[in-house]
């Protein structure tokens, strides 16, 4: 790793922005975070695991830490609310009461913004925040955990299971500053228990921002976590993520990450298998034309017997963009009749566009089952044949073929108000490329 042109103008806004950052008990934490990341500086190409993003356009510009959130009617976002879902809507980087909304829950539950939990909620949050996500070789991670300012805090006690989903917004309507929004989320499920999280990202046309987000989460005995993640930022914007997740025994993780917006973004999710009979989903890919470059990248780290993931990831490329997608397995030797199968497909629409796909297995132990692919192709010409030969016009036979293509996503998802909020950001897409 080396320093970028704008790590010192980044650790100047830490010290100036520190004091009024919440939850006066992390600041040792925030102080070693801030220090990792003046030391290692941004990840670049040269470090393996970013061969093929290059963060150059972040780190040759200037953003600033936050910005005053003025109030709202809400009515610019109200399409990204999912019906029936507790709300928080994180606004320039901060929470937004006036849009949020929670109904009633069950009792020990806590779901509340970020910034709150760290002012009220010291006991809960400790042992947790900025415990599961490490800053060890993740500077992006550490630089997220030095500027912690808000997100979603949900906790649940053993054997509670939500009915309804929480949804944490993220909007961003700021064109006055290039802002820089380390948003944070911690989602804890105790044993037995479950929910289902949906994370929403989204900004004004005329907003040029950075969004550096991680998400930590940890599944108890038998829990049970689906997050849903819609990527819709602003072509002006920047998005790097990370999604740290720790199973125990039998926890089921499911997880679904649609990219659809952004100049340059990268989805990363990594898995920590740490109890028999834990299972992991993992789905998601891009919707990309024009110059965007998506990465997504993943790993499932099998650490003990008798565990399951699976990953399902496709992209649809157009014009000049580029994909990635960097799947990573790695089975540690005492983790026997592990199962293990990975999916890559990238749908190319134009001679200019791009797709790099790195699958790699890491097996140490001798009784698994492991299976990957991946492919790179332009539409299947004969099924484009079949469909015009019924009378479909060319134009809706394409736009039918790559639905069916993110379809395979998207199926991934129960019907009703989860499959309509990400199917929204593909409809979106869609639409964009016709009126082009």
Known sequence: MAKSDNTAEILKSFEQARESLPGIWLAETRTDAISRFGEAGFP???DESWKYTNLRPITRSMFY???AVTPSNGAEWSHLFVSGADRIVIRNGAYDANLSSVGDLPN???????SVALETGQVQLEGALARIAAVDDAPLVALNTAFIRDGLALILPK???LDRPVQVLHVVECS???LALHPRSLIVAGDNSSAT???TFAGTDDAAYWTNAVTETRLGKNASIRLVKRQSETIGAYHTALCQVSLDRDARFFSVALAAGAALSRNETKVSFNGAGADCTLAGGALLRRRQHADNTTEADHRVAYTTSNQVFRNVLDDQSRSVFQGGVIVQQDAQKTDSSQSNRNLLLSPGAHADAKPEL???????KCAHGATVG?????ALFYLQSRGIPVGRAKALLIEAFIGEVLEKLPEGVLRDHVGDAVSGWMDAGEGA
């Not at 332009?378 to 004969?382: A, G, I, N, S, V």
Request: aromatic fraction near 6%.
């Open 159 to 161: 054997g509670v299971k």
């Open 362 to 368: 890491r097996i140490f132990a001798d009784d698994v």
């Open 44 to 46: 670049t190409p040269r």
């Open 378 to 382: 332009d539409l299947d010409r004969e």
């Open 197 to 199: 999280v949906i994370e």
């Open 65 to 67: 830490p936050f910005a």
């Open 108 to 114: 020990g539950v806590v779901l509340r913004p970020l």
């Open 176 to 178: 006055e500053v290039q």
